[in-house]
């Protein structure tokens, strides 16, 4: 079956390190990857996404690195704020036409001070 | 411009009823997908919406129905309420013609007692 999934629930980082936050996923035919911040009580916002014509995408702070062969991707975030903390999911979807995104459990990233 | 927006923001239904939860996509967006989020969990696909027509659904009963409308704006309708209904109802949109980049409402809080 698909399934979208992520190697830790939670992830304890201090302020101002870098955080790496993983994901897995088994669908072969899914070619775009999105990574979703969700802050408590709020909708998922988007943060980054890759096609799979590409092995890594930067945006500010972050940095979603795609491994097609290991069918694995992860998301850098540089230089963690507190603000950053958050609950974050990957997501797997096809970018031809509007097919459903698969979302994994999600990973509770908490900022140290 | 507008982002998506999502009505009721919380509620509270009794086993057995009904529930309607209503949707406006992002300006310029002309689909409309809805998710089922429960607490600790990703996102779950219930279906989406284009033309206002259905154009695909998730692993969800007959209870889970909707609609869109000439406007683009959707409405998300639960029949013969379960406990199990109780979650967070994420409605999302994107523009067909540009990909398959969704972006989320901040969800409506079905809550069934």
């Known amino acids: 079956g698909e399934s979208v999934g992520l190697h830790l629930p939670t992830l304890s980082v201090q302020e101002g390190d870098n955080s790496i936050i993983n994901c897995a996923y088994s669908?072969?035919?899914?070619?775009?990857f999105i990574w979703y911040k969700q802050e408590s009580g709020k909708g998922p916002q988007f943060i980054i996404d890759?096609?799979?014509?590409?092995d890594k995408r930067q945006g500010q702070r972050v940095t979603v690195l795609l491994n097609k062969t290991v069918k694995h991707l992860s998301l850098q975030i540089a230089a963690t704020q507190p603000g950053d903390s958050a609950v974050y999911f990957c997501?797997?979807?096809?970018?031809?036409?509007?097919?459903?995104?698969?979302f994994g459990t999600g990973t509770r990233l908490k900022v140290l001070a | 411009d507008a982002g998506v927006t999502q009505s009721p923001t919380h509620l509270i239904k009794t086993r057995g009823q009904q529930v309607t939860l209503r949707c406006s996509p992002k300006?310029?967006?002309?689909?409309v997908s809805w998710y089922q989020q429960a607490l600790g969990q990703g996102p779950q696909f219930i279906f989406q919406?284009?033309?206002?027509?259905?154009?695909q659904r998730g692993n969800f009963p007959d209870r889970f129905s909707g609609h869109q409308f000439p406007n683009y704006s959707s409405e998300l309708n639960v029949n013969a309420l379960l406990l199990g209904d109780s979650a967070l109802y994420l409605c999302?949109?994107?523009?067909?013609?540009?990909?398959?980049?969704?972006?989320f409402g901040e969800g409506s809080w079905l809550t069934v007692v």
């Open positions: 300006s310029g967006h002309d689909t």
């Open positions: 919406y284009y033309e206002e027509e259905e154009r």
């Open positions: 999302a949109s994107s523009l067909t013609l540009s990909g398959n980049t969704i972006y």
């Open positions: 890759i096609r799979s014509n590409m």
């Open positions: 997501a797997e979807t096809r970018d031809s036409g509007t097919y459903k995104y698969i």
């Open positions: 669908n072969s035919a899914s070619d775009y």
